[in-house]
């Protein structure tokens, strides 16, 4: 199949896989017009007519003196300037010391390419040449010298579009980029589209959020340094009938860790500009003669299915062309964290003794946690001293790490690598690699200041004392924490003028960080935290195949964070623990079998002292262990589906099918008891094989698929006040977890 069709004549580029079709041209004025995106339709050799130029008002603009109805202000267009008749937000920004803005870029030439650019220096998408295809279209704006390159990616087997663009410097005088978007597209019908995306805080991560789209612009953005709790570098549009299952939903993600801007602007004619890039606040590159910038690339995907369907193509491309081997095939192994065992207050003793009591229950790694390194006995001191604290190991970790793994367990370790303590030795001795003017007031985060990761030096030196360590204690897992969001943004290694390049130079240093270890160390499993949710994008799943879903481990929050989660991110990526009740961020308790019905939609494991547990908790963990490890494969493998929103109401419910449709994980969810419930006691399954018959959680009950997605699964009797003898669940927090098997 050839999946970039190409219109000699007229300049029309048409990306096409049989799923979907995105379709583009070469205007009369030498830019790019966006003529459709959505699902697929049979190539012609004419789609001039997708195109509409005869609406322009008395006040419009036209671009040529003999043609009023070519105006800027009212085509639909893939990469806008601005001063050229069109008043909305442009995609690019760029000024020269000869005052030139940049916005004279017109068409040039295309090239094709099977597989997948790479983008140097940064997380992206990747492919073989039999996975997708690619075409780079120059654009070249003669007067500023300079060339633009926009890359296009259709996957060949998801319904997804990536997209990136490179500026290259083709003179010899310097360039001054402020503002870059990965991606611009011009969607028609804004009245009748609704946005989506991802907001919270620190312990309330990505909750849904929708709002109708009317004139103006809606944006979600960060300007902290990284993606942050606050909103995810992800936005959505939906047809306004559009459900969980079906109907029209495009959707727009990020592959990035720092500052975005994520926007959708709605004109007086109905359309609705998205674009999605670099936030261009305090953003300002110098691009000299000859040299290159590369955006981070913007993932697209179209779904008929709803909201669901969208999720469903993100989670299978993250799955299978981001996250990378091994760990995109290899069981994630069941841990247990130390840090609401015991906070600071630990010992070796008291931490083998921990480990121990965790290993006779079945979990597989053991995570050290905040407080190991120089004389840390609390947030206020230490971090930057990534050597052990003697009080605490007197041994060393490597005995440590020696005495886990002979209990038949892995040994993990927790890092903070971007972080220093004004008290500690790093600080003393590099007191210029922290963040900040010199002499001026710093704002102190968890008591705490960010390293110059801008800087070589600071990367290197982190890497060498991350390497050493991995090495010494046969470490088979990190957790790589980041607490604080950047503020006194500037950079004691970069002159004046390039202070605007600091942000984004900051996160190429993580990055580069990332890829030395990660490289080194490919079977090392590495867990994104930052606070927490901080942190959650693609940009770090490039690297670190699961994250730290949120610091809130409570049950009951958490189907909202995860359920939020899910809209972009595979199940598992998701950092999901049991832990003790009363839970230690909402002081609310819940047994631990709805704990663990929960935290078994993720990467399992637990966050609490086996030590203290009775034995009738310990003899139920035993059973939750040997239940994710029958079924991780199918959490890891499967499509999962959402089926009632936490967002909506009292209830929440999500499934797990195997891709042969032979067996499922549901679970099923109800915060708050309710009397004499009005609803019949079904539950409406998606995604089953229609003539398979399932059996329920190994009982001799059978149902086939028609009658468990048309009509429903029977859930057990709930207690409605009166029938006492015969009900099986009642109360708050109810949960129930079922295994279907074909």
Known sequence: MNYILINEQTKEFHLTNGNISYIFNVLK???????????????????????????????????????????L??????YPVYGKGDFRDAAIELETNEGRIGNGFIYKSYEISQGKPNLKGLPATYAKENEASSITITLIDEKVQAELQLTYTIFHDFSVITRSVALRNSGSNPIYIKKLMS?????????????????????????????????????????????????????????????????????????????????????????AR???????????????????????????????????????????????????????????????NNWEATYFDFNEEKLVNIAKSASELGIELFVLDDGWFGKRNDDTSSLGDWFENEEKLPDGLTSLSEKINKLGMEFGLWFEPEMVSPNSLLFETHPDWIIGRPQ???????????????????????YEKMATIIKRTNL???????????????????SYEKQGEFFHRYILGVYTLYDKLTSEFPTVLFESCAGGGGRFDPGMLYYAPQAWTSDDTDAVERLKIQYGTSIV??????????????????????????????????????????????????????????????????????????????????????????????????????VLATPTTKKHQVLTLKGLDESISYTINGTEDIYYGDELMYRGLPLSVEFNGANGQHAERGGDYQSIVYYLKG
């Open 29 to 71: 004025n030498g830019s790019l017009g966006q003529l459709y995106f959505g699902k697929a339709i049979k190539h012609r050799t004419d789609f001039s007519h997708f195109q509409r130029t005869d609406i322009p008002t008395a006040a419009s603009c036209h671009y040529f003196q003999d043609d009023p109805a070519f105006s």
């Open 73 to 78: 202000e009212t085509i639909r267009q893939e």
């Open 183 to 271: 991606s611009s597209i011009d969607l028609p019908d804004a009245a009748d589209l609704r946005m989506i995306h991802l907001a919270g805080t620190w312990s309330r991560e990505r909750h849904l959020e929708k709002r109708d789209l009317v004139p103006g612009i809606h944006s979600v953005a960060s300007i902290r340094g990284a993606s942050s709790h606050h909103h995810n570098p992800f936005i959505a549009l939906m047809r306004k009938d559009a459900t969980e299952h079906d109907n029209e939903v495009y959707g727009f993600n990020f592959v990035y860790s720092s500052n975005f801007l994520g926007q959708v602007e709605v004109d007086h004619y109905d359309t």
């Open 274 to 336: 998205v674009m999605m890039g670099i936030h261009p606040h305090q953003f300002k590159w110098q691009l000299e003669g000859e040299d290159s910038f590369q955006t981070p690339e913007v993932v697209m995907v179209y779904s008929e299915n709803g909201l669901n369907g969208m999720s469903q193509t993100f989670h299978n491309l993250y799955k299978n062309q981001l996250i990378r081997d091994p760990w995109k095939t290899e069981d994630r192994p069941i841990l247990i």
């Open 440 to 462: 001026e007031h710093l704002t102190f985060g968890r008591n705490q200041l960010v390293l110059d990761f801008s800087r070589e030096e600071v990367v290197e030196y982190l």
């Open 476 to 494: 088979s897992y990190i957790k790589w924490d980041m607490n604080r969001n950047i503020t006194d943004a500037f950079s004691n290694a970069l």
């Open 569 to 670: 991110y595979p199940i598992y990526s998701m950092g999901s623990h049991v832990s003790a009740a009363p839970n230690h961020q909402t002081l609310r308790s819940t047994s631990i079998e709805t704990r663990a019905n929960t935290a078994y939609f993720g990467t399992f494991g637990y966050e609490l002292n086996p030590l203290e547990l009775s034995d009738e908790d310990r003899n139920v963990i035993k059973v939750q262990v040997e239940f994710y490890k029958t079924h991780r494969n199918l959490v890891r493998d499967g499509n999962f589906y959402r089926l009632q929103s936490p967002f909506e109401q009292n209830e929440t419910a999500w499934m797990i099918v195997s891709k042969d449709k032979k067996e499922a994980l549901v679970g099923y969810y109800k």
